[in-house]
């Protein structure tokens, strides 16, 4: 059984680096052909897909998001991490870790852990 856990601060404040870490168990990151994403919902967007990182390291990001965005991962711990920067209110979401074998084909999902940018 695939599981992802989103972890991460729960506040941040505007202007700051929100930065997420997804820990998986029951599955390698490296496992050939999956993609290991990050999208974010709230009532005035939806559902948003932000970006992914592939088994062998490439990484993909949304337009509307990329100069914003950065993926990265630790093989060693199983994990992939977000870093969004100059946050501001309109970043506060549910962020989610998912896996995905072809781009927004999800099969397993984390949880979800609520972000709000404020001061």
């Known amino acids: 059984q695939v599981q992802l856990q989103e972890s991460g601060p729960g506040l941040v404040k505007p202007s700051q680096t929100l930065s997420l870490t997804c820990t998986v168990s029951?599955?390698?990151?490296?496992?050939?052909?999956?993609?290991w994403n990050w999208i974010r919902q709230s009532p005035e967007k939806g559902l948003e897909w932000m970006g992914a990182i592939r088994y062998n390291g490439m990484t993909y990001y949304s337009p509307s998001l990329e100069s914003r965005t950065s993926i990265s991962r630790d093989t060693s711990r199983n994990q992939f991490a977000l870093q969004l920067s100059s946050v501001t209110p309109e970043d506060t979401a549910v962020y989610y870790c998912?896996?995905?074998?072809?781009?927004?084909?999800?099969?397993?999902w984390g949880q979800g852990t609520q972000v709000a940018v404020s001061s």
């Open positions: 029951g599955d390698s990151i490296t496992t050939d052909n999956y993609y």
């Open positions: 998912a896996r995905a074998f072809q781009l927004f084909q999800y099969d397993y």
